[in-house]
């Protein structure tokens, strides 16, 4: 007979992992709260992007204007604006350019560089495809990731599904559009109905200023907006009842 020991299949107790004891005083625990403090805000600032990204902004923003285009529109985050001029649009975006944000122009080729930074366009943060050919909506929807408004002269009709899909993307993106045309269920419509230069005399001269009158039509009533565009000191600037002498020389 052999004698065999009873041996116990209990696990060995395991060892019980006391949490860091805490500094009793309290200047060393402020020390500690300070430290906790940064790494807590961190975490929380990257779950607040990590939402916004999966959902979108809740509100849209008002972006900034130049002074003198104040009074006729305010560009918002999450729209989209149409106008008939280049003038028009160079001047809408001058605002948010001048602010910081970035923009750029998709299908212009003839965008005047020079034009557009006197009206104080930075060209630094300007991104500028001239040609996307029949990918100019899915290039103005890309750029949307890093402008915060884009200025697209689409080249063919826009269609009310192509502007809806993008609209959505502009309040994900929390950014604007403004389109060079016509654009479906659009925010607001610009128009020049009126046009004159001043500075040519019979058949010679110097252009040296714009009077323009610009139509609003932004849910209500439309409204009509006189301005320079740009005066006399390539401001851009509402329009005042002084009488200036200069030759004035009417455009259609």
């Given amino acids: 007979m052999f004698d065999y020991k ?6 060995a107790p395991q060892p019980v992992l ?9 200047e060393l ?7 906790q403090r940064p790494t807590t805000r961190s975490r929380i600032q990257e779950l607040q992007q990590r939402v916004q990204r999966m959902q979108g902004p809740a509100v849209s923003r008002t972006l900034e204007s130049l002074p003198g285009m104040s009074g006729v529109i305010q560009l918002r985050t999450g729209e989209a604006y149409a106008v008939d001029s280049p003038s028009l649009a160079t001047a809408l975006v001058a605002g948010p350019s001048q602010a ?4 750029a122009f998709v299908g212009i080729p003839d965008l005047g560089f020079e034009a557009a930074a006197q009206f104080g366009i930075d060209l630094e943060r300007t ?6 050919g029949e990918l100019w909506l899915s290039v103005t929807a890309g750029l949307l ?3 915060t408004v884009v200025v ?10 192509q502007a809806e899909r993008l609209k959505s993307r502009l309040r994900m993106k929390d950014a ?3 389109c060079w045309g016509e654009w479906p269920r659009s925010d607001a419509t610009l128009t020049i109905t009126e046009s004159s230069w001043l500075g040519l005399g019979c058949g010679h001269g110097r252009l040296t200023a714009r009077r323009v009158v610009v139509s609003v039509r932004q849910g209500g009533p439309v409204r009509h907006v006189s301005l320079w565009l740009p005066g006399v000191d390539q401001q851009i600037a509402e329009r005042d009842h002084e009488v200036i002498t200069l030759s004035v020389a009417q455009a259609g």
Wanted: proline share 17%.
């Fill in 145 to 147: 990731d890093v402008a």
């Fill in 100 to 103: 910081g944000e970035w923009i």
């Fill in 127 to 132: 991104v500028v495809v001239p040609h996307p």
């Fill in 176 to 178: 604007a559009l403004v």
């Fill in 6 to 11: 009873r041996v116990s299949l209990r696990p």
């Fill in 29 to 35: 625990r402020a020390a500690e709260l300070r430290e």
């Fill in 18 to 26: 006391q949490p860091a004891p805490r500094s009793t005083r309290p």
């Fill in 152 to 161: 697209v002269k689409p080249p063919v009709s826009v269609g009310a599904q």
